[in-house]
């Protein structure tokens, strides 16, 4: 029986490379996957997942508006699907959530959503939030802080200050974020610059 899947970490754990990964071990046993992306991450390109050490592939760009559930029926009537695979899934809306659990439910694919948890205020993203809930699997991608600990919040960074304040979504890459240990991000303290 297909599951969701909902693999979360802090930023620079290897969830988009871990993507990739999966993509490549069904293709290269013959296997059809459906990679997609939330157009809002436009970090390397519309369309395309790259991990931070420079791995990278296509994927169909999520709209706010688009339905997943019509981009699978649409991509089987060229070929099977066997497994559907999004990166920065906290950028989805309840209804994206809503039409990957149709997927796995009504269609037996399995899909595999990654992403952050929670943002730079320590406050779930609408996509996570659903994810959390709807979730058949529920794993953690772990990565450390700068002392070495499990990291498990992520901190923005404007001017080299960390900040607390601010619009949820802005992206950004290292420049703009650091994944620190609860400790570390209540004392603000984000490490040698």
């Known amino acids: 029986m297909a599951q969701l899947y909902y693999r979360y970490s802090t930023m620079n754990a290897g969830k988009s490379i871990e993507l990739i ?4 071990n069904y293709e290269e046993r013959g296997k059809n996957v459906l990679v997609l992306v939330p157009s809002i991450d436009n970090r390397y390109g519309k369309g395309r997942i790259t991990s931070r050490i420079g791995i990278s592939r296509d994927a169909l760009m999520i709209e706010e508006k688009t339905s997943i559930l019509d981009v699978y029926k649409n991509a089987l009537k060229e070929k099977p699907i066997h497994c559907v695979l999004i990166d920065e899934c906290q950028f989805l809306k309840k ?9 796995v439910d009504e269609y037996d694919t399995p899909v595999l959503a ?3 948890k929670n943002d730079f205020r320590n406050e779930l993203f609408e996509g996570s939030y659903y994810m959390l809930v709807y979730a058949d699997k529920i794993e953690e991608i772990k990565t450390i802080c700068h002392c070495g600990r499990k990291a498990t919040m992520v901190a923005r960074i404007v001017d080299g ?19 620190l240990c609860r400790k570390h991000y209540h004392l ?3 490490g040698e610059a």
């Open 188 to 190: 603000e303290d984000i």
């Open 161 to 179: 200050k960390m900040v607390r304040s601010g619009e949820q979504i802005v992206i950004g890459g290292n420049e703009m974020y650091v994944s």
């Open 114 to 116: 990654y992403g952050l």
């Open 21 to 24: 990964k999966v993509a490549h």
């Open 95 to 103: 209804q994206h959530i809503l039409d990957l659990v149709c997927i």
